[in-house]
């Protein structure tokens, strides 16, 4: 934190000021952390990816990447060179105050597995939790994400706040794990997504379908 210019007094520079917003609770503040994290990159010799502002790769003269992936202020290093991964991952704690967590085993809510040289991702322990937790764990595998020919058709009547709440909490659960590791469900979710706004009990109920 820093006096703003034309506000410091000589001799009390360093004060602390008091604050009517907290700066995490500013639209700005997300954008200004991105902007000095490219910056301090860009200067350990990392390159954005324009296709996605949350990796960064830096190329060895030999052609091996260390490629970062940055999520607000979780952050992957990764690359086949685990010499290469660790001396950048080391320049990287010199300039940032941080923790080492070691090898990446699971990553919001996705669990990270390495096996025969390859690695495999999944959601099934958020999967499990969010099946418990709207009470149908012990319900039977659905061989589609929909029932065959099912349409679903807009509400006529008022969803209750109750149905309206948890519908939402579905829907965005199961938005979760499409975005996550599952494509296969995108067009059975987004087509029930349509209905947040007024669900009906048989739109809650075939939401459960998908899960």
Same mark, same amino acid.
């Given at each position: 934190? *820093?006096?703003?210019q034309?506000?410091?007094?000589?001799?009390?520079?360093h004060k602390?000021?008091?604050?009517k917003? $907290?700066?995490? %609770?500013?639209?700005? &503040? $997300?954008?200004t952390w991105w902007? *000095?994290?490219?910056?301090?990159?860009?200067a350990?010799?990392f390159s954005?990816l324009?296709?996605? #502002?949350?990796?960064?790769i830096?190329?060895?003269a030999d052609?091996?990447?260390?490629i970062?992936l940055?999520?607000v202020?979780?952050?992957?290093?990764?690359?086949?060179?685990?010499?290469?991964? &660790?001396?950048?991952?080391?320049l990287?704690?010199?300039?940032?105050?941080?923790r080492?967590?070691? *090898?990446?085993?699971?990553?919001?809510?996705?669990?990270?597995?390495?096996?025969?040289?390859?690695?495999?991702?999944?959601?099934?322990p958020?999967l499990e =939790?969010?099946?418990?937790c709207?009470?149908i764990?012990? #319900? =039977?595998?659905?061989q589609?994400?929909?029932?065959?020919?099912?349409?679903?058709e807009?509400?006529?009547?008022?969803?209750t #706040?109750a149905?309206w709440?948890?519908?939402?909490s579905v829907?965005g659960?199961l938005?979760?794990?499409m975005? %996550?590791?599952?494509?296969?469900l #995108?067009?059975a979710?987004t087509?029930? &997504?349509?209905?947040?706004?007024n669900?009906? *009990?048989?739109?809650l109920l075939?939401?459960?379908?998908?899960l």
């Open positions: 934190m *820093e006096q703003p034309g506000f410091k007094v000589l001799g009390n520079e602390v000021l008091c604050l917003k $907290a700066i995490y %609770g500013l639209k700005q &503040a $997300a954008r902007h *000095e994290l490219d910056r301090s990159l860009k350990l010799g954005r324009y296709a996605d #502002a949350g990796i960064f830096a190329k060895h052609g091996t990447m260390v970062i940055t999520y202020d979780d952050i992957i290093l990764t690359g086949p060179n685990t010499a290469l991964v &660790a001396s950048k991952k080391k990287f704690m010199d300039k940032w105050e941080c080492d967590l070691g *090898e990446c085993r699971e990553f919001f809510c996705m669990r990270i597995e390495y096996r025969g040289g390859k690695t495999y991702l999944d959601q099934v958020y =939790k969010i099946l418990k709207f009470g764990a012990d #319900a =039977k595998a659905a589609t994400p929909l029932p065959t020919s099912y349409k679903p807009p509400f006529d009547g008022t969803a #706040a149905l709440s948890q519908y939402q829907i659960s938005l979760y794990l975005l %996550g590791t599952h494509p296969d #995108a067009f979710v087509q029930m &997504a349509k209905f947040t706004h669900p009906s *009990e048989e739109h075939k939401s459960k379908h998908i």
